[in-house]
Nanobody
Framework: VQLQASGGGLVQAGGSLRLSCTASGITFSIYAIDWYRQAPEKERELVAAISSGAITTYADSVKGRLFISRDNAQNTVYLLMTSLKPEDTAVYYC?????????WGQGTQVTVSS
């Protein structure tokens, strides 16, 4: 199983980015997918999650600004990030957990300048 994350970059405060995470080697559509982030010297935190039935949940800090979606035909989950703030600066990781294993993407850096 591989998760390939992409789409990070440098953006000014108030700007937008869209992250992508493409899965291979697994029946993608039956699993929930999460996005986590880890800022320097901070613990990794859950940002957003989407169930197999496309029900979404968000951390309070990102509600109304970040939006998670999935395209099962493309085995891809997206994180649309809008109204970005400097405190959103972090490495973003996609995650998939099964009953037996947990899988992480390689991380993609998002830097928001003020």
């Amino acid at each position: 199983v591989q998760l390939q994350a992409s789409g990070g970059g440098l953006v000014q405060a108030g700007g937008s980015l869209r992250l992508s995470c493409t899965a291979s080697g697994i029946t993608f559509s039956i699993y929930a997918i999460d996005w986590y982030r880890q800022a320097p010297e901070k613990e990794r935190e859950l940002v957003a999650a989407i169930s197999s039935g496309a029900i979404t949940t968000y951390a309070d800090s990102v509600k109304g600004r970040l939006f998670i979606s999935r395209d099962n035909a493309q085995n891809t989950v997206y994180l649309l990030m809008t109204s970005l703030k400097p405190e959103d600066t972090a490495v973003y990781y996609c995650h998939l957990g099964t009953t037996w294993d947990t899988y992480w993407g390689q991380g993609t850096q998002v830097t928001v300048s003020s």
